[in-house]
């Protein structure tokens, strides 16, 4: 599940294709019949969209046209159901083969600890993989290379265009300037923020906003890696403005706790509100749903005299269990969603999903909403004007934290020094316990 981010460099550097499924398949025991296909199991998070559920399930189809002998047995459930079952799945006795996954410390790293990955170090160099060297880092593991990171996401701010122009104004670059329009949506009857926390993943994005915007990229790696402080001034200021500030002058909807994501984003596909804080992951699904008015997309503007470093990095990626029992056919099989150079251009195309690696997108036929996020993501190659999504990087005991505490911060039963104090005795306890992530 994130960033915006940056505007720089060519459209030309883009980042990685985001996992992408597929159906086919027969035998559900696994396994090949003598004289019969390999078959292989492949488990992963539903698409955002029916249609691109449908396009996922052709492309597996696709894939077994070209490799007869292998017969993938596609699964998908949401992505919630599949990190309460990833690890007695991956216990099975039929574990998933390949399967898509969050790829931080609290994510797949907490499966890496388990020993319930395969190590993918013989792979890259075999297939001559092409990932930055940053996103490989993403998903190395105590030293051992052991995912392939699926799509290269920002968070930030689409936005109602139409109305924006209506009430005279731009994007806006300042936090003074965001107030502004804000106050005025509210005069008008709107909802200046169409954003839930029902799941409470929701306010992950919020904190990482503020605190990529707060601290910088030099201060979350220190924050991260270092020896700065989760509850240092700046990290409260930032928790206080997005948690207690915008609920207490009326920004977002409504019970925000009692908001889905999705709810939530259909008060801003309806026009009922303004604009929607959340990850270019949306974009397919925005640009399918909205036909009545024109959606930008900005980076979440400064706050007091800090720049601006959108939150982006790697959302998920492709995984290989280490108990399975058909290695080659699960790469074949990885390679062939992450790298055919046609599957990429149709990622692009069709699911707007941004590869790890280069990639000519000059010719390719895409959205203008998508274009301009790719305007925002043009710095692949050199990440560091962004923020980071901190959930992805951070262990499970502190996104545990995260995640339950934003939701009493919203709802005034805890301040922000009080959640900023507990998110630093989370961190500092799975440092000691050796749960943090060295630095790329």
Partial sequence: MSRRMIVGAALGSLLLSACISGTGGSSSDGGSEEGGPTVIRYFVGIEETPELEAEAKTIIEDFEAENPDIDVERESISAEDQRTVIQTRLRSPQPPDVFGFDTGPGFAGVLAKADLLYPLEDAYKEHDWPVYDWAKARVTYDGVLSGVPGSVEEIGVFYNQDLFSELGFEEPQTIEELDQIAQAVKTEGLIPFAFGDQEQWPAGHLFSIAASNVLGPEGLDQALYGDAKWNSPEVVEGIDLMFSEFVEKGYYPEDVNAITYEDANNLFYAGKAAMAPT??????????????????????????????????????????????????????????????????????????????????????????????????????????????????????????????????????????????????????????????????
């Fill in 279 to 440: 990850g270019t992951w949306l974009v397919p699904e925005i640009d399918s749903t909205v036909q009545d008015f024109k959606v930008g997309f900005f980076p979440f503007p400064a706050i007091d005299d800090t720049g601006i470093a959108p939150p982006s990095g790697v959302g998920g990626g492709l995984f290989v269990a280490a108990d399975t029992e058909e290695p080659e056919a699960a790469l074949k099989l990885i390679d062939y969603l992450q790298f055919n150079e046609q599957r990429v251009q149709e990622d692009l195309e069709r699911a707007n999903t941004i590869p790890a690696f280069k990639v000519d997108t000059s010719e390719l036929d895409l959205t203008p909403l998508f274009r301009s996020v790719l305007d925002d993501l043009a710095e692949a190659e050199n990440p560091d004007s962004f923020g980071y999504n901190i959930d992805v990087l951070a262990p499970a005991g502190f996104n545990d934290v995260m995640f339950k505490g934003f939701q009493s911060v919203l709802a005034g039963e805890r301040t922000a020094q009080e959640q900023a104090d507990a998110l630093q005795d989370a961190y500092a306890e799975a440092k000691a316990n050796g749960e943090t992530l060295e630095k790329p």
